[in-house]
C-alpha cells in the first residue's frame, strides 16, 4: 500500500534516512521520525549507526588501539598522550604525534544535503489578508513541504492496534504522515508530585509505607486454601516475527512478537519485544481473539503480589490540585466500572451551564479568570471520572472525542496528547508482582476502563478482545478477599507503577554512570564557572541518585583532550592528555569511569583541584566535537548521562561551527538561521541513543554559539538544553545564582535509565506525530537513554475508523525505565474519555491550554521546515479556523460581534501570547540562540510551565491579606487575584508581581505606599531600591512574612528555580517586564483587542 510522501516502490530507505535523522534529499536534516516498519533491510541499522549485534552484559565497544601499561600510564605505542599529576601541573604538557594508525571511529551513513531555501512569507504580521497560505489545516492549498495539518489521510498511518498488513513502511513520527520533510526536537520523566484533592493538605514527605511482600502472611486465606495456579501455555504466534534492528541495549522493549513453543523459554532481543506491540504489532483483529505469541508476564506463581505505595524522599510540598483526582490507592468500594456499565448512564449529562454560554469577545474581553486556569472536566460518569488520569500527566486537547475524522474537520482544531509521564509524584501505588496483566492481543496494561465481563474474564478498552483474568489476580492482597478482581490496585488507579520481572529486561539494569565534560578554554576560565560547578558536585556528590554501583568521570578539553585516572589506590588524580583530536582514543578506559563510594576522596581532590588548574590557560579554541566523540566512547559499554559545559562557539576539530548569526536580520522573519549548520551533533545523538547515552547540554555564553546545531546532541538523545545567556561570575551574579539552584535540581532529581516509552490509544485512532526530546524507533516506540520528571511531551493523533460503535475512548502510555537503585520499573498512565457526535459538543469539551501548547509544538516544526512567518500566519489561522467553524456550524443566530463558545474565550489570547513569545515573535531583540532556546523549551517544557511562559500571572502584591489564604504545612500563603496582562491594571501606587515561569519580576511603582517599602524590600524610599535587587530581605513584619510566604510558594510548584527582579520605573528590565504585558501594542504586533478586530473581520467574511 502507498504511503503518501514515500515512493511505492524502493523508497523505504529513503523514508528511513529522512524520519531518522539522516538529511533528506531536500535538505533538511532535522527530521526525528521513527524506524519505519517490522519489514526493514539490513541497511537500516547501517544508515541510524547503531550496532545491531545483541551485546553482553555491558559489551566494550571502544577501540582497542594498544594494551595500557597502568602502572606508568602511557601508551605502549607512545601516541598522542601526555600523563601527569595534578599537583605540578603548569598547562599542557608536551605530547607525541603517534603515526597513523588503522582508527575504529564510530561512524554512521547518514548524509546531509543543501538545505534548501525556504519560499518566501506571504505576510510577516497578523493583520495579513492572505491567512490560508499559512494554514495548519487541511483543505488549504499547500505547498507539499509545508502539509501541516490535524486530518490524516486515509492512507496514511495505521490505525493503532489494527494495522492492515502491508511491507510498505508507514511514516509516523515526528513528521505527519503527509510528508517526508518535517522537524521535531526530540525530550524527557519520577515517583513524587500529587493529585490532591481541593483545598487539601500535601502528603507527607515521607508518609509510611505500607509494603505487602509476596509470602507474607496478610490474613486468612480463602476458605478452600490458595487457589490453586493455572499454568498459560504461551501459543504458537499466527504469524512470523518480524525482523527488528537490535540495538547495543534496551531499545526495542517495549512490545514485540517472540515465537516460542510450549516448553522454550523466550529470548528478547528488543525492548520492542519486551514492553508489548504498538501500531504494527498486532495482526488485523477479527471477531475471533486471535493467538498471539507473546507470553510476557504470564507465568504466575501461587504467592498473592506485594503492594507498594512509597513516596520519594525529598518532596517537596506541592500544591493542591482543584479538581478532586485520585491520590494514591482509593478505598476500594467502588462498583465495577467499564465501558459495558457505561450505555446507560453516559447519556444525559449535561456540562456545567457556563460550558453553554456563547460569549461576544468584542464585548466581554475581560474573560481571564482570577485563579489559575483548571483543564476541562471530561464529561463522563463520576465513577469514571473519579478513576481519570490526573490533567497534570496526560491530558488530551479534546475532552470530548469526534466520532469521525470529518466531524474532527469540520472543527478545525487540532486533536493530540500532552504528557509529563515522569513528574514527580508524592503518592504513587507501586505493584510488585511477577504476574503484569495485559491484553493478549494489542499489550495494554490492565486499567480501571477495562469491563469485566465476568470474575473470569476482561474486555480490553482499547482493542476490545476478551481476557482471562489470571487466578493470581483473583486475590486481592490489600482487601484480602478471593474473587474481586476489579478492586485489585490495577483496576483501581489510572496511574501506577509495576516492578517489572526479568522479562522485561534485555541485560542486567545499568548503573547509574554520570560523566561530566567541561570547557576549559581561556573564555571557559573567564567566566568562572567552573568553580560554582565543582562547589555544587561537591555539594550534591552524596545526593546523586544511585547507588553502591554508581559510576563517574570527567573530561575537560580546549584544544586538546584531558583526561583524569582516578584509579582505588592513587594518591591523587592523573591526569591523561590526548592531543589527537583527529583521531580520539581513550587511553586507560578500566580508570576514568570509576566507582563513586570506592574513589570519592579522589572525586573530591579532583573537584577541589579542577577550577585552579587552568586559571593560567591560553588556549582559546575549543574541541567540543572530539571532547563529545571521546566522552561517547567511554560511555558506550554501560550507558549513562552526560553532563557538558560549553561556554563557545566550538572550532576545532569534527562539530566545528562558524558564526551565522547577522544582528541586523533578526527581525527578519526569512533569513534567520533555525536548522543546524552541520549533523555531526544529530549523528553523534543517534549514536549515544543507541548506546543508551543521553547528552545535556549547559551553555553559559555571552556570544552566538549555534544553539541550532549543539541543540541536537540534547534533542535526539533524549537529554536536555540549559542556557545562561552572559554567564559572568562578578558581572552577572543573577545567572551565579540561577546556575546554583538549576544544578542542585539536575544533580539530585529523579532519573530512569534506558527507557522506552509507547502511547496506545483505542482502536480507531492512530498517532501519526511526536514532540519532545526522543529517538522514535519501530514506528511508536519512544527512545529515552535518560527520562527526567521535569520533561514533557506532545502527540497528534487523526481519528482512523469512525467510533460509532463505542461511547469511550482509552489511551495509555507505558514508560518502562530502571531506576537509579538498578530496578526495572513500568510506568503507566491511562486516560479515558467520551465519544461526542455534535460539533458543538466537540467545542463544548475544548482544552484551550493543551491546543495552544499542541499548536506550539506545531508551529515550531513550521518554522523550521518553511519560516517564520509562516509559523505565525498559521498560529493566526488556527484561531480563525476554528472560530469560523463555530459561526458558521454551531450557531443558530449570526450575530454581530466575535462570537465563541466559552471553552474557546481565551484562545485569541494565547494565541497573541504565543506570537509575542520569544520562539515566534519579530523584531531585532531576540538573539538567535535565546529564540532557539526558546523553541527548545516548547518541544521539552511540561504543559503548566510552557503556559506560565507564554502567558505570566500578574498579582498585585502591595496589600496582600490572609484573606482566602491557603494553609499549608502551617504557613498562611496568601492567593491575590490574577490580573491582565496590560498596563491598563498597574498602578504607581502599587507593586505588581508578574510570574513568568523562569523569571519573576517584581514592578514597584513611583508613589508605591511608605509601608511596602519599609516593611517588604526593607529600604527609607523609592529612591533607595538598589538597581540590581533580586532578593527580598526577610523582615521580622507580617506583610515581609505574606510576600515571601507567596514567592516562595509560586517557586515551590516548579522543578526550575525563576529569579527575582526588583524592577524601579528607571529599571533596563523594565523592558523585559512590558514586553510580557501581552494585552498591549508593541513596536512589531497588534494588540489583544486590534487582534480581536482582526479575528473578526476574518471570521465574519
Excluded at 514515500?6 to 536534516?29: I, K
Excluded at 605505542?77 to 603548569?90: A, D, F, R
Excluded at 471477531?287 to 504467592?303: A, T
Excluded at 472525542?401 to 504513587?428: M, R, S
Amino acid at each position: 500500500m502507498s504511503q503518501p510522501g514515500v515512493p511505492s516502490s524502493g523508497g523505504a530507505s529513503t523514508g528511513l534516512q529522512v524520519q531518522n535523522g539522516a538529511a533528506s534529499s531536500l535538505g533538511s536534516p532535522y527530521v526525528n521520525g521513527p524506524v519505519q516498519n517490522a519489514l526493514m533491510s539490513s541497511q537500516v541499522s547501517v544508515s541510524q549507526g547503531y550496532n545491531s549485534q545483541l551485546p553482553g552484559p555491558y559489551p566494550h565497544l571502544m577501540p582497542a588501539k594498544t594494551s595500557l601499561n597502568p602502572v606508568s600510564a602511557q601508551n605502549n605505542y607512545g601516541g598522542s598522550q601526555t600523563v601527569c599529576t595534578l599537583s605540578n601541573y603548569q598547562g599542557p604538557g608536551q605530547t607525541l604525534n603517534r603515526p597513523p594508525m588503522v582508527s575504529n571511529p564510530v561512524t554512521t551513513s547518514l548524509h546531509s544535503g543543501p538545505v534548501p531555501r525556504m519560499p518566501p512569507p506571504t505576510s510577516q504580521i497578523p493583520a495579513a489578508t492572505s491567512m490560508p497560505s499559512g494554514s495548519f489545516l487541511a483543505g488549504v492549498n499547500l505547498p507539499p513541504p509545508l502539509n501541516w495539518q490535524y486530518s490524516s489521510p486515509s492512507t496514511g498511518s495505521q490505525t493503532n492496534h489494527c494495522p492492515h498488513p502491508s511491507s510498505q513502511p508507514s511514516i509516523s513520527g515526528n513528521t505527519n504522515v503527509t510528508t517526508n520533510h518535517q522537524h521535531v526536537f526530540s525530550g524527557d520523566p519520577s515517583l513524587q508530585n500529587s493529585c490532591l484533592k481541593s483545598g487539601s493538605v500535601p502528603s507527607l514527605v515521607n508518609p509510611p509505607a505500607t509494603t505487602f511482600q509476596p509470602g507474607t502472611p496478610l490474613g486468612p486465606p480463602p476458605v478452600k486454601g490458595p487457589p490453586p495456579v493455572r499454568a498459560l501455555a504461551p501459543q504458537k504466534s499466527s504469524h512470523s516475527a518480524v525482523l527488528q534492528p537490535s540495538f547495543n541495549s534496551a531499545i526495542n522493549q517495549e512490545g514485540g512478537t517472540s515465537n516460542t513453543s510450549n516448553e522454550s523459554m523466550v529470548v528478547h532481543n528488543s525492548y520492542d519485544e519486551i514492553e508489548g506491540g504498538g501500531f504494527l504489532a498486532t495482526p488485523q483483529l477479527t471477531n475471533k481473539n486471535p493467538k498471539m505469541g507473546r507470553n510476557v508476564g504470564y507465568s504466575y506463581p501461587s504467592l498473592p503480589p506485594g503492594y507498594q505505595n512509597t513516596p520519594l524522599p525529598g518532596t517537596t510540598g506541592m500544591p493542591p490540585s482543584s479538581l478532586n483526582y485520585p491520590s494514591g490507592p482509593l478505598a476500594f468500594n467502588q462498583t465495577p466500572v467499564g465501558a459495558n456499565h457505561l450505555t446507560a448512564s453516559v447519556h444525559g449529562l449535561s456540562l456545567h451551564p457556563e460550558g453553554l454560554r456563547v460569549i461576544n469577545l468584542l464585548q466581554e474581553r475581560s474573560m481571564l479568570p482570577t485563579t489559575p486556569l483548571q483543564p476541562p472536566v471530561p464529561n463522563l460518569h463520576e465513577d469514571i471520572q473519579k478513576l481519570n488520569c490526573n490533567p497534570e500527566l496526560f491530558r488530551c486537547t479534546l475532552t470530548s472525542i469526534p466520532q469521525t475524522q470529518a466531524l474532527l474537520n469540520k472543527a478545525k482544531l487540532p486533536l493530540g496528547l500532552l504528557l509529563h509521564p515522569f513528574k514527580d509524584l508524592v503518592q504513587l501505588p507501586v505493584v510488585t508482582s511477577s504476574t503484569i496483566v495485559r491484553c493478549r492481543s494489542c499489550r495494554t496494561y490492565i486499567n480501571p476502563f477495562v469491563s469485566f465481563l465476568d470474575q473470569r474474564r476482561w474486555k480490553c478498552n482499547l482493542c476490545y478482545r476478551v481476557n482471562d483474568v489470571p487466578e493470581e489476580f483473583m486475590y486481592n492482597p490489600l482487601t484480602r478477599v478471593y474473587g474481586e478482581p476489579h478492586r485489585r490496585p490495577e483496576v483501581q488507579n489510572a496511574t501506577i507503577e509495576f516492578m517489572a520481572p526479568s522479562e522485561y529486561m534485555l541485560r542486567p539494569p545499568q548503573p547509574p554512570v554520570y560523566l561530566f565534560v567541561f570547557d576549559v578554554s581561556h573564555n571557559a576560565v573567564e567566566t568562572g564557572y567552573l568553580n560554582l560547578v565543582c562547589q555544587s558536585l561537591l555539594d550534591n556528590l552524596d545526593l546523586l541518585p544511585g547507588n553502591t554501583r554508581t559510576k563517574i568521570g570527567f573530561i575537560t578539553f580546549d584544544s586538546t583532550i584531558h583526561f583524569y585516572s582516578l584509579q582505588e589506590g592513587l594518591s591523587q588524580p592523573q591526569m591523561l592528555i590526548v592531543s589527537d583530536i583527529e583521531d580520539v582514543f581513550i587511553p586507560m578506559p578500566e580508570n576514568l569511569l570509576v566507582n563513586l563510594n570506592e574513589s570519592k576522596e579522589l572525586v573530591q581532590d579532583l573537584l577541589k583541584t579542577l577550577p585552579q588548574m587552568f586559571t593560567k590557560t591560553l588556549e582559546t579554541q575549543s574541541a567540543l566535537g572530539p571532547a563529545l566523540q571521546a566522552a561517547f566512547k567511554l560511555m558506550s559499554p554501560t550507558g549513562g548521562r552526560i553532563s557538558v559545559f560549553q561556554t563557545q562557539l566550538p572550532n576545532l576539530g569534527v562539530g566545528a561551527l562558524k558564526p551565522r548569526e547577522e544582528p541586523n536580520q533578526r527581525s527578519s522573519a526569512k533569513e534567520i538561521h533555525l536548522t543546524p549548520s552541520t549533523d555531526f551533533y544529530k549523528k553523534l545523538a543517534l549514536d549515544c541513543s543507541g548506546q543508551q547515552v543521553a547528552v545535556d547540554l549547559f551553555l553559559l555564553s555571552g556570544q552566538y554559539s549555534d544553539l541550532a546545531s549543539l541543540g541536537c546532541i540534547s534533542r535526539y538523545s533524549a537529554g536536555s538544553v540549559y542556557y545562561y545567556p552572559s554567564y559572568h561570575h562578578q558581572h552577572n551574579p543573577v545567572q551565579v545564582q540561577k546556575l546554583q539552584k538549576e544544578l542542585h535540581r539536575y544533580l539530585t532529581r529523579k532519573i530512569g535509565f534506558e527507557a522506552v516509552m509507547r502511547i496506545r490509544c483505542t482502536k480507531g485512532l492512530s498517532i501519526h506525530t511526536f514532540h519532545g526530546n526522543f529517538f522514535v524507533r519501530s514506528t511508536d516506540l519512544l527512545s529515552l537513554p535518560n527520562v527526567n520528571p521535569d520533561a514533557g511531551y506532545a502527540v497528534q493523533m487523526s481519528v482512523e475508523e469512525n467510533l460509532t460503535d463505542t461511547q469511550l475512548v482509552s489511551f495509555q502510555s507505558a514508560l518502562l525505565y530502571t531506576s537509579s537503585k538498578g530496578e526495572r520499573r513500568i510506568r503507566v498512565h491511562t486516560l479515558c474519555l467520551p465519544v461526542v457526535s455534535t460539533l458543538n459538543e466537540v467545542f463544548l469539551g475544548a482544552d484551550v491550554q493543551a491546543i495552544s501548547g499542541l499548536l506550539a509544538n506545531m508551529a515550531v516544526d513550521r518554522c523550521i521546515t518553511a519560516s517564520l512567518s509562516d509559523a505565525r500566519d498559521a498560529l493566526v489561522n488556527a484561531v480563525i479556523d476554528s472560530l469560523s467553524a463555530y459561526r458558521s456550524l454551531v450557531l443558530s443566530n449570526q450575530q454581530p460581534g466575535l462570537m465563541v463558545p466559552f471553552s474557546l474565550r481565551l484562545f485569541p489570547l494565547f494565541v497573541l501570547a504565543l506570537l509575542k513569545q520569544k520562539s515566534f515573535q519579530t523584531g531585532t531583540n531576540t538573539r538567535l540562540d535565546e529564540r532557539i532556546f526558546a523553541m527548545c523549551q516548547v518541544k521539552n517544557q511540561p504543559l503548566v510551565y510552557f503556559m506560565l511562559t507564554t502567558h505570566p500571572s500578574l498579582y498585585r502584591v502591595d496589600n496582600l491579606s490572609d484573606e482566602g489564604a491557603l494553609n499549608i504545612n502551617d504557613r498562611t500563603i496568601p492567593q491575590p487575584p490574577i490580573l491582565q496582562l496590560s498596563v491598563e491594571k498597574l498602578s504607581r501606587d502599587g507593586a505588581f508581581l508578574m510570574d513568568a515561569g523562569s523569571v519573576m519580576m517584581l514592578w514597584v511603582g513611583k508613589n508605591c505606599g511608605q509601608n511596602f517599602l519599609n516593611h517588604v524590600l526593607g529600604v527609607q524610599n523609592y529612591a533607595s531600591i538598589p538597581q540590581t535587587m533580586t532578593d527580598l530581605p526577610e523582615l521580622d513584619t507580617a506583610e515581609s512574612a505574606r510576600t515571601i510566604a507567596f514567592i516562595s510558594w509560586l517557586r515551590e510548584q516548579r522543578p526550575f528555580f525563576p529569579i527575582l527582579y526588583v524592577i524601579r520605573d528607571e529599571s533596563p528590565i523594565k523592558a523585559n517586564f512590558l514586553q510580557n504585558m501581552v494585552e498591549d501594542r508593541t513596536e512589531s504586533a497588534l494588540s489583544y483587542y486590534e487582534f480581536l478586530l482582526h479575528i473578526q473581520q476574518q471570521v465574519n467574511k
